[in-house]
């Protein structure tokens, strides 16, 4: 699965790792949550410094979230991360933000099959995604890039852009 190549969702591994996920989820996203960075530590695995998400947020397993210091998610962000998400430092999403790494064939009798593959999405550092904008699986966006809210990204994002669009493309450089 994390290789790229096809795999089975529903692999009863797989399943409860996303059923791990789903109830950790469920407790970060309580309005009375008291320990949310230990949740999100459980989730992911790790202690991001200075990460910040806002309730509620989403993703499948947590375990192939990789962000790093001061991190900051608003409003209902979904990370599918059936492949690896991989995000710098100094990185903030906009509410609504789609980070997506999980695809499907495009043969119909494959895609019947049930099979799925991912690609990983790769986020460098100090870089902001604007409201509702989403990821597309196999995508890279270089330091610094600014991309416009309601974004759809498709293909990579040079360092150093603005980007916006459907599908989003670079506008004009970021003046650093």
């Not at 430092?89 to 933000?97: A, E, K, N, Q, R």
């Not at 550092?125 to 966006?141: E, F, K, M, R």
């Not at 809210?149 to 650093?176: F, L």
């Amino acid at each position: 699965m994390l290789a790229g190549e096809y795999y089975d969702p529903e692999d009863p591994a797989l399943k409860h790792l996303r059923e791990n996920a789903a109830k950790l989820m469920d407790e970060y996203n309580r309005p009375e949550s008291k320990d949310e960075a230990q949740i999100l530590e459980m989730l992911m695995g790790y202690r991001a410094e200075g990460i910040s998400i806002r309730k509620p947020f989403y993703c499948d397993y947590g375990i192939n979230i990789r962000v790093g210091r001061n991190f900051y998610a608003n409003y209902n962000c979904v990370l599918l991360d059936v492949g690896p998400v991989n995000i710098g430092d100094d990185v903030f999403l906009g509410p609504g933000v789609s980070l997506i790494t999980v695809n499907h064939p495009l043969d119909p009798a494959e895609r019947r099959s049930g099979k799925e593959y991912a690609r990983a999405i790769n986020i460098g550092d100090n870089v902001w995604l604007g409201a509702d904008v989403t990821v597309n699986p196999g995508v890279t966006i270089g330091d610094n890039a600014v991309i416009g809210s309601g974004s759809v990204v498709v293909k990579d994002i040079p360092a150093n852009m603005v980007a916006a669009g459907n599908p989003c493309r670079p506008i004009k450089s970021v003046e650093t």
